[in-house]
């Protein structure tokens, strides 16, 4: 029986890449994991990439925990809203809230050659909304919701996928202003939700090898990148750590907590 049996989790953005990695490390941990996406079955992708979040549940329940797909376009409020009551209606409970899901990428897979976004002068200005609505948006309503079971409760983990595009300036001026807004948005949460039993965590995974990193393997050096499930490892390890309220308000890292938890990545470089 893993560590999270009994435990009911809630990861956005979870058909392929970081969220159905993160999916799966509470998976094998026992948990109930509720995922959503847009792409709930098979047929027509908004993405070429494969995956949907049916798939992602049946392998959570394959390895041991109990997965469950929501259909759910968080660019739409109402439906992120009901995508947190289902879990709420049916399990009658919310431990864990991972916010992956994200805007902004558009631009991998829509035709657009990327040498003609080189500067933020160049770009669609959908690509800041993108990241600004199913992104950091998408995040505050889905916290929302969950939040107010969770405060409730008294108890509950909140982690939010950012990246250290949050701390540069390279990487683009409506990716790096959505990350660092993401990350200053969890850390007045996890103020105002320190005394109510909730800890709320910004999360920067590595270079992960999700499927869309993995179609450019040929410009990208992979030595030091992740599998998604060792960043669903590192999910999990906060989820079953008793003093987790010591990251609160934080950045945490992998590989930072890798070394912290002693995981290991089960699919190294």
């Given at each position: 029986m893993g560590l999270l049996a009994g435990k009911v989790a809630l990861v956005t953005g979870a058909s392929r890449g970081v969220g159905k990695g993160i999916a799966l490390g509470l998976g094998?941990?026992?948990?109930?994991?509720?995922?959503?996406?847009r792409t709930e079955t098979g047929g027509a992708a908004p993405t070429p990439l494969p995956g949907t979040v049916q798939v992602t549940a049946d392998e959570i329940t394959a390895i041991g925990g109990t997965g469950v797909a929501i259909g759910c376009d968080h660019r739409d409020d109402e439906q992120t809203r009901q995508a947190v009551q289902?879990?709420?209606?049916?399990?009658?409970?919310?431990?864990?809230l991972v916010n992956n899901v994200w805007g902004g990428y558009e631009y991998f897979w829509d035709g657009t050659p990327f040498w003609e976004e080189a500067g933020f002068w160049t770009q669609p200005l959908e690509r800041w909304d993108s990241a600004f609505q199913a992104g950091v948006r998408a995040h505050y309503v889905t916290t929302v919701a969950a939040a107010r079971a969770m405060v409730a409760a008294g108890a509950g983990?909140?982690?939010?996928?950012?990246?250290?595009?949050?701390?540069?300036?390279?990487?683009?001026?409506a990716y790096g202003a959505a990350k660092a807004a993401t990350d200053h948005?969890?850390?007045c949460m996890a103020h105002e939700l320190r005394d109510h039993?909730?800890?709320?965590?910004?999360?920067?995974?590595?270079?992960?090898?999700?499927?869309s990193v993995l179609r450019a393997?040929?410009?990208i050096d992979l030595t030091d990148s992740e599998s998604p499930l060792f960043v669903g490892r590192a999910v999990?390890?906060?989820?079953?750590d008793p003093d987790v309220a010591r990251h609160t308000g934080k950045v945490v890292r992998t590989s930072a907590l890798a070394q912290e938890y002693g995981f290991t990545d089960p699919h190294p470089r």
């Open positions: 094998e941990q026992g948990a109930t994991v509720y995922v959503t996406g289902r879990v709420l209606a049916d399990a009658g409970r919310l431990d864990v983990l909140i982690v939010t996928v950012s990246s250290e595009g949050a701390e540069k300036t390279d990487t683009g001026v948005m969890i850390a039993g909730v800890t709320a965590v910004s999360l920067y995974p590595g270079l992960v090898r999700t499927e393997a040929e410009f999990a390890a906060l989820a079953v």
